[in-house]
Each structure stands twice: as C-alpha cells, then as structure tokens.
C-alpha cells in the first residue's frame, strides 16, 4: 500500500480546532457577563468531554444499539479487518455489528489502539465482499488520519453552545447591572451564533475528511471500483429504509460512510460530499491507479 498523507486533511483538521478553541474562548467570555453559575457550566462540561473523549468508542456504539463481536461469531468480517488493518498498518481494532437494516458503518474512537469499527447486519446483507472490504477500508483510513478523534472533540464542543441555547435561561443567578436586570436572552442569542459557526466549521471538514478516506480506503485495498459500487449500492437503498429507522439513528451521520438524510433539511446540512461526486473521484483514482 502507498499511503501518502493527506495535509489538506491535517490543515483543515488542525485550522477547525485552532477556530473552534478560540471561538469558545470569546464565547466564555462573554458569557462570563451573563450568568453567575458560569463555573458550574464550565465544570460539567468539562466532565462530560472527558467521558466523551475516554469513552467515546462505547457511546458510539451504545446508541447504535451495537455490541462488539467475537471472531467465532463473524469470522468472516474479523478476516477482513484482520487483513485490512495489517495492510494498513493499523492496531486490529474492535470489530462490533449493529442490528439494523440502515445499511452503513462507521469508525470511532480516540486514538488507533482504542478504536473500533462498526458494521450494521443491513450493509452485510446488501454488499458482496469486495465491496465490504472497500466500506472496512473506509473506516480504517479514517482511523488512520485520526480524523475520528477530531471529529468526536469538535462535535462535542458545539454542543455546549446548542445546550445553552435550550437550557440557558436554568442557569441564570439573576445577576443585575445597575439596578436592571441582564437579559438572559442576549446570552441564548450569543450561544446561537457560536453554535451555527461551529456547526458550519464542523460540516465544512466532515466533507473534506469523507473524500480523504475514500481516497485511503482505495489506497488499502487497491479497488477504488469496490468502494464506488458499495456507495452506489448503500445509496440507493437507503430509500428502502423505514422512516423510523433512520430518524433512530441520523444523530449519527458525522460518522456514518453514508449520511442519513431526513428531509430537505437534511440534505442542506448534509456531513458528507454527494455520492456522485465521491463515485466521480474514486474512477479517476482507479484510472490514475490503471495507467501506472
């Protein structure tokens, strides 16, 4: 495998963070001049990074409804990932299956020896194994251009702002300046401007990161074809999807290879690059690989 690294993804990745941490540093501030339990805020959100952050792997997959699987249970996908992560270079990582008929998969965790790699029973049913073997690699190029742990951080951290934006108005000691009382709504407002900029930031590199790891996944397994026809096939099923099943699991579309799209809202915020336009890229890869 010829893995080159990407630092399109390391600059956005790198630029994402650097806007985000100061963006929560102005937010803090400013907030600072609005509620009087700031520290209390501050505290708990910190404790719940740091669960997000150790533990981000089993609370991916605790709200997939996913459990990680032994080698005599799948021998098969343990083959694959087996395969796959030693031509990667990749620790093996936990291998976990999600019974669901959302065909998709996803790659999370902190660091490439706590990882774990998620495939639902509906993408099995619907890929041959080429095509599997392109979705792993997927996941695994993620993991190795340890987007995943910045994504799990970034996504964490706007949060915080949309949570203010809800629940803001319990946090309020009813500070007053002279003499009138500070409107708690002019901190909601400034919570909602820092929440749509992180959520625009975010999308901006989650689109940018798919394209990295289609570009990985075909480096992996050397069949940028594979890889194209499991992202048609996994397209166009997902219309065969119940409705219900997929609202269950959208909050998961950062990670997932193929977002969930419910409605035109959906569509407009979307995490990931159209499937044409990933598909596009994969065949001139596969002619770039062919006229070598």
Known sequence: MEWQTDWGLRG?????MFLLFALYIVFLGALTLYFSN??????????????????????????????TVEPEEYPELHRMVDRLSQQADLPKPKVAV?????????????????SAVCVTTGIMDTLDQDELE??????????KNRDVMVMTIASFLSTIAFLIVRWGWLFSGGRERGGQQVPVIVAILISLVVWVVSFLL????????????????AMITGKPAALANALMKIDGRMDKVPKEDMRDQAEMNAFFIIPIR?????QLFST????????????????ELEGR
């Open 12 to 16: 956005r990745m790198a630029l994402t």
């Open 262 to 266: 419910v409605g035109w809202i959906g």
């Open 202 to 217: 975010i999308r901006a590199l989650s689109r940018y990161r798919e394209y990295a790891a289609d570009r990985g996944g």
């Open 134 to 143: 392109g979705v792993l690699a997927h996941e695994l190029a993620h993991i």
């Open 38 to 67: 700031l520290a209390l805020i501050v505290v708990v959100m910190g404790l719940f990074l740091g669960a997000q952050f150790f533990f981000s792997d089993k609370l991916a997959l605790y709200s997939m409804g996913a459990r």
């Open 272 to 287: 990931h690059p159209s499937t044409e336009k990933r598909i596009d890229r994969l065949q001139d890869l596969e002619r």
């Open 98 to 114: 999600a019974d669901s008929r959302v065909p998709n998969a996803f790659a999370t965790g902190r660091s490439k020896s706590s």
